[in-house]
């Protein structure tokens, strides 16, 4: 899921912050090959939030591969898999986070191949729900799945031809984890960082000191090019990464200076920092707003009565 698309349209849009890249035209069903040993197939779910809709990647040459998020509980896209794994044998299925567009299909694919579920853990918040506070996001959280191997942060899993690192990047949701393809400085970076928009972050599922500390960790990565969760790849990561970080800060600096400007309620920021966004990504730019907020109150620049909500009202620190 993605936050704050600038544009509409498909070229790319430019802030001073990060460049965004939107001309990416998905093969829906379609195995591409995009790397030597990496097959990317994306699924019919085009969204607002999914952008051309979820990828799914199979990695591997020989005649065993793993599968990378097998995306939403979808027909069609439980075909086109089925039908680009061939005669292959499937070892491992991994899973970067649960969210609906990513992990359901697990549990079929699974059912059919008998491979192995891997992942950071099954779906947690990344804090406790507050007295009254209504998770906004639960229903895009698949809490039925389970892995199979828990992937402890920088644990391997050796495959035929491959070996596939977990690195844990919380933030987006509280078991996100990206895939290392050793050998290749490729990083599946699933929903973390994406080369069309930055990601929400939305509480309490989500959580933005976790997302921050998770960009730092990546720059002190020598990855080549990132293969993400919607969209086309990252390919200059390292200053793509710096541009996110400038992005959160420059946001970080609007909310304060709405705040500092009068403005205390969530809706009434939305408004004005995400006034050229698509409409229907507002809901969720508020939850954005949240997730600043909650670091900002935090680290003390401001102030709120009770823990910050989504109703709650903000004053300067
Ligand atoms: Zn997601």
Redesign the pocket.
């Known amino acids: ?1 993605a936050d704050d698309t600038r544009t509409e349209d498909s070229t790319p849009s430019t802030a001073d912050d990060v460049t965004f890249d939107r001309a990416f035209v998905p093969a829906h069903g379609t195995a591409v090959p995009i790397a030597t040993g990496v097959e990317r197939i994306t699924c019919g779910n085009a969204s607002p939030f999914t952008f051309t809709g979820t990828n799914s990647y199979i990695v591997g040459s020989g005649s065993t591969v793993a599968l990378i998020d097998p995306g939403p509980e979808d027909d069609a896209h439980f075909e086109a898999l089925m039908q680009a794994l061939g005669p292959r044998k499937l070892s491992h299925i991994f899973v ?2 649960t ?1 609906r ?2 992990s359901p299909l697990a549990r079929r694919v699974k059912e059919a191949t008998g491979a192995l579920t891997v992942a950071e853990g099954p779906h947690r918040a990344a804090r406790p729900l507050h007295a009254g506070e209504v998770n906004p996001f639960a229903e ?1 959280a698949d809490t039925d799945f389970i892995p199979d191997i828990v992937a402890a942060d920088g644990a391997t899993i050796d495959g035929d031809g491959w070996s596939l690192t977990s690195v844990h990047t919380p933030g ?2 509280a078991n ?1 984890s990206a895939f290392a393809l050793e050998g290749t400085g490729i990083l599946f970076s ?2 973390h960082v994406m080369a069309w928009a930055t ?2 972050v939305a509480p309490p599922d989500g959580s933005m000191g976790d997302f921050m500390a998770s960009v730092e960790k990546l720059l002190t990565r020598d990855d080549r090019i990132y293969f993400p ?1 919607h969209g086309g790849p990252v390919t200059e990561p390292r200053s793509f990464l710096r541009g996110l970080r400038t992005h959160r800060r420059m946001r970080e600096r609007a909310i304060l200076e709405r705040i500092r400007g009068g403005d205390r309620l969530i809706p009434e920021m939305v408004k004005v920092i995400y006034a050229s966004t698509d409409v229907r990504l507002h809901g969720a730019a508020a939850l954005s707003v949240l997730a600043h907020l909650e670091d900002l109150v935090e680290k003390g620049f401001v102030a709120t009565d009770g823990p910050p909500s989504l109703v709650g009202e903000y004053r300067p620190g």
Request: proline letters at 0%; zero cysteines; charged letters at 15%.
């Open positions: 899921m970067s986070h969210h567009d990513h895009s987006h949701t996100h699933a929903d990601t929400i969760g």
